[in-house]
């Protein structure tokens, strides 16, 4: 039942953390008018569907995949980045359900992850003080363009409506089908050992892929390519939901609508609110207090959200969280994405999932091993090392086990991106590929956190893979992948 006492402004009489000061506010006030006005990017009925498919993976129906950029830019909103990114996690999600034999929810972070928190409001750069440069829907990353301008508000709204058009064109024709394989290539992997391991993965889902062929699973105008008349079918059509971080009040006022609610069935309409700028929002590290202006706008609107959990959020907090954002307590409502860092996990995960247990909330549990595992080299680059991510990843998998829970999902910075000589980024260290330090400098393009590439990416694909076979098998051993990446003993 909608809240009374809640409407889409009601977040303004509390105190807002990360909120951007733009020195005109009239003209602030007539972009967000032109905004609200502007059609919805995504629909109620998609949003409902959402929450179905994660109420499937709080019941360990499925497994989420959440994947994307650490923050879009304006500039990377290209036919190839666009193509590369849904490529990648299209081959990701294809691996896991090799080895899991479950659905798999894919959730970009794409079509709107523009903006970005920052712990200060203004850095140094050349002895000069400027403002933080907060997102390309806010101001420019050159230290002469860092005045918040509104007018970039509204060209994030037509980059994000660009971006989600072609990844909705490409997947109602053919991208995802299974009669266009996904490059398979193992000529990055350097270990003997490990490129054995990962050919016998790639060997049985090729061969699976040819059975369901051979007995006509594929058949009739399935078999045939969309673009000679060929119909849609589970082997060439995929669900798939947009996504960023609730950061820009403002601009999520804008975007939210009220409506029916969106769910078939007999009983009475009722009205309810939608976010419609993306199927899904969470709620980060840094804007998560109890009385803020993000949890009171983040527990009025329908779509499905996410809450960041570090080694900070108390027990005692994160369950009145729950109270505040699902006090109904329902299912698909609360995915939980904790990133405590692989030091810090075995110290804090337990204690969070027995409290949730206790407390009765349904919640997804999904791991980002990211977040918790930023350095910085000594050449000065930004990054992260690849053994520590999936350190982090398998001590998580083991400590739901060990609490009588399960990990539903796995929330990732990465990138199918390509430069002009078809070299994947080197941002993060290591991985099949064995990136050292020396080579972080050969392409490093984010202009925000370090990204897992195209190989590095499917080096955990092929380790979540694995396991789930492994779990399945019963065998309780040494995972020789995840030994021969890198990865520390899992807790």
């Known amino acids: 039942m909608a809240d009374l006492n809640w409407c889409p402004s009601s977040w303004k009489s509390r105190p807002a953390a990360q909120m951007v000061d733009y020195p005109d506010q009239q003209h602030l006030e007539r972009v ?35 994947a994307g950029d650490c923050a879009e830019s304006f500039d990377a909103c290209t036919q190839q980045n666009i193509s590369a990114k849904i490529g990648l996690i299209l081959s990701f999600s294809l691996i896991l359900i090799w080895g899991g034999r479950l659905p798999v929810v894919r959730i970009g972070r794409i079509a709107g992850q523009y903006a970005k928190p920052r712990s200060s409001k203004t850095e ?29 508000l509204l060209s994030a709204y037509f980059h994000s409506t660009a971006t989600l058009n072609y990844v909705r064109g490409l997947l109602t024709s ?22 054995s391991e990962f050919a016998k993965i790639t060997q049985g889902l090729s061969d699976a892929l ?22 849609r079918s589970v082997l060439g059509e995929v669900d798939f939901y947009t996504s960023h971080e ?13 409506a029916d609610i969106a769910v078939s069935g007999p009983s009475p309409k009722e009205k309810v609110f939608y976010n419609t700028s993306a199927h899904f929002l969470w709620i980060g590290d840094r804007t998560r207090q109890l009385d803020g202006a993000h949890i009171e706008y983040f527990r009025g609107i329908r779509n499905p959200i996410g809450i960041k959990v570090g080694p900070s959020l108390e027990t005692a907090e994160l369950i009145r969280l729950l109270q505040i954002v699902n006090p109904n307590k329902e299912s698909g409502r609360v995915t939980l994405i904790t990133r405590y860092g692989a030091g810090k996990i075995g110290d804090h995960l337990a204690g969070h999932i027995e409290a949730v247990k206790l407390s009765r909330h349904p919640v997804t549990w999904v791991c980002d091993p990211m977040h918790g595992n930023t350095l910085t080299s000594r050449s000065g680059f930004k990054t992260r090392n690849f ?26 910075e990465f990138t199918g991106e390509l430069n002009d000589e078809g070299f994947s980024v080197t941002e993060c260290l290591g991985g099949s590929m064995e990136l050292n330090e020396e080579q972080l400098g050969l392409r490093y393009q984010s202009f925000c956190d370090p990204r897992l590439n195209f190989e590095q990416s499917l080096d955990v694909a092929f380790l979540i893979s694995n396991f789930f076979k492994e779990e399945k098998l019963g065998d309780k051993g040494e995972n020789g992948i995840y030994a021969a990446l890198g990865g520390r003993n899992a807790v």
């Open 32 to 66: 967000l008018a032109k905004i609200n006005a502007l059609p919805p990017l995504v629909t109620p009925a998609e949003i409902e569907r959402l929450r179905f498919q994660l109420a499937a993976v709080q019941r360990n129906e499925a497994f989420l995949l959440h």
């Open 387 to 412: 053994g520590t991510i999936i350190s982090e990843l398998t001590s998580c998998i083991s400590i739901h086990a060990a609490c009588g829970s399960r990990l539903g999902g796995i929330s990732l």
């Open 124 to 152: 140094t750069i050349d002895n000069r003080e400027v403002l933080s440069f907060r997102g390309d829907n806010v101001n420019g990353l050159g230290p002469d363009d860092r005045t918040p301008d509104p007018e970039r």
């Open 246 to 258: 609730g950061l820009m009040l403002d601009w999520e006022q804008a975007m939210t609508r009220e």
């Open 210 to 231: 040819d059975f369901s062929h051979t007995i006509g699973a594929d058949s009739c105008r399935e078999s045939v390519p969309f673009d000679r008349g060929g119909g």
């Open 174 to 195: 053919g991208f995802a089908s299974l009669h266009h394989p996904r490059d398979w290539s193992l000529s990055h992997v350097r270990s003997p050992a490990l490129r």
